[in-house]
């Protein structure tokens, strides 16, 4: 091993202890429980806030239900008015629903007040019979039902269907159809088609290329209906850094699918070039620096290039596809690369690993890609000390990868895609002019002469 790979070496390995231990000693340095100071963003607390809001919910239901029942005085006041080509309704004053009856051209409600009778824009009707009490197991059941909430956070890759007496919090990304009969606190998101029947809610936005809302299904969102290959607002979030904490498994599962395929193409890359990795192996060993820098000019140089080759007719294909191709290629060949030289380091680490070209490029990969899983899997529960984490382990492998792409690509050109040794690696012999070699022994002689 060089200096100039030792150095980088140590200097990575230090970064990364900093980087693990910073977190334990901000968290040690944090108040503890026996103080006042409150802690803030932990989950426990999100859960018990949690619940305590599903509570409150429900209490509110109980007592608007309640107060539908019992009635109140008092004209009726419309705060909004909902007009599509499903129908028409208005919301009052005091929350309650009104659906605008076109074959008596009015809106009408099942608000009761407390003389018995149905008020319909003034007009007076005899109530129904008030219904009977009910006992002891139709009051826990109906418990049950309002108690029964589950959480469906993340990418379903089927269709999802939410039953009349289920309450679900989303968000709801699904890549089959949903169907609403109960209700959604939150945004439904769907690749194919959305339904909502009538006894259907949803509290947030609803996209999708097709959405059906039957009459007296709410939608109090945005309703958005976009095509299949248009870019759905939840991926641009990712841009923003909120999808991947909103929607808990999408990175988790983006990053394992990515993991295998890398492990993939280095099984690929071991059984059909073997020799060529291990010559860029050997380059990045030798001269790390060099191939760094030799990739950072190629990155540099990659647009003004492709600028000049589409200027002219035959630099067009070369430019949008022999170009694309060859850096893809150089990318890959150069990762691959990188982990076996992680590989090679490590297992002298660890025992148990074998030495063959094969275990090494496998045990680099996972330790490279390990960051991202790592940063997946504390992106599940964000907040408080699980989201710094998630920072951490992201920028460490936004630099980790961003050094081993760079240096791969240089090494994979300095070596001609690994047809040739690096010139670090090949050995040098002087000769000096002037010096002759000595003459060679003569022969003994024989006795008789």
């Excluded at 989303?170 to 194919?192: E, H, L, N, W």
Aim: proline residues 6%; aromatic residues 10%.
């Amino acid at each position: 091993m060089t200096g100039s790979f030792k150095t980088f070496w140590k200097i990575s390995g230090a970064i990364i202890v900093i980087a693990l231990i910073l977190p334990f000693y901000i968290f040690a340095a944090a108040p503890s429980d026996n103080e006042k100071t409150p802690l803030k963003d932990s989950s426990a607390i999100r859960e018990m806030k949690d619940e305590k809001a599903a509570a409150d919910e429900e209490r509110l239901l109980l007592e608007a239900e309640t107060r539908r029942l019992a009635g109140q005085k008092g004209d009726t006041v419309f705060t909004e008015i909902h007009v599509s080509p499903d129908g028409a309704y208005a919301i009052d004053s005091a929350g309650n629903e009104w659906e605008y009856d076109f074959t008596q051209d009015k809106f009408i409600t099942e608000e009761f007040d407390k003389t018995g009778t149905k008020t319909v824009f003034g007009k007076k009707r005899p109530a129904p019979p008030v219904p009977p009490a009910l006992d002891e197991k139709q009051l826990e059941e109906i418990a049950k039902k309002m108690e029964k909430a589950k959480s469906m956070k993340g990418l379903k890759f089927g269709s999802v269907l939410i039953d009349t007496d289920e309450k679900v919090r989303g968000p709801i990304i699904a890549m089959g159809a949903v169907t609403v009969r109960g209700k959604v606190i939150g945004d439904v998101f769907s690749y194919q088609k959305i339904t909502v029947t009538s006894t259907g809610q949803i509290t947030g936005n609803a996209r999708a290329p097709e959405i059906v809302k039957m009459r007296g299904g709410i939608i109090l969102g945005d309703r958005l209906e976009q095509d299949f290959f248009q870019m759905p607002p939840d991926i641009e979030d990712i841009f923003k850094g909120k999808s991947f904490s909103e929607n808990s498994y999408v990175a988790l599962i983006a990053n394992t699918i990515i993991y295998f395929v890398l492990l993939i193409l280095c099984l690929l890359a071991i059984a059909i070039f073997s020799r060529p990795v291990d010559r860029v192996k050997v380059c990045l060993q030798k001269s790390f620096f060099k191939s760094f820098f030799a990739g950072l000019l190629i990155w540099v140089a990659y647009t003004p290039v492709m600028g000049l080759l589409v200027l002219t007719i035959i630099g067009i294909p070369v430019a949008l596809i022999a170009m694309p191709i060859l850096v893809t290629l150089a990318a890959i060949l150069g990762v691959i690369g990188f982990s076996q030289l992680v590989g090679e380091k490590m297992s002298k680490y660890i025992g148990g690993i074998s030495k063959s070209q094969v275990w090494q490029v496998l045990l680099g990969i996972t330790l490279l890609e390990v960051f991202w899983i790592l940063m997946s899997l504390f992106y599940i529960k964000p907040g408080g000390v699980g989201e710094g984490f998630a920072i951490l382990f992201m920028v460490l492998s936004i630099i980790i990868w961003s050094i081993a792409v760079t240096a791969g690509v240089g090494a994979v050109f300095l070596t001609r895609y690994g047809r040739r040794e690096c010139k670090a690696s090949i050995d040098i012999e002087i000769r000096i002019d002037g010096v002759k070699p000595p003459p060679p022994t003569p022969p003994p002689l024989s006795p008789d002469k």
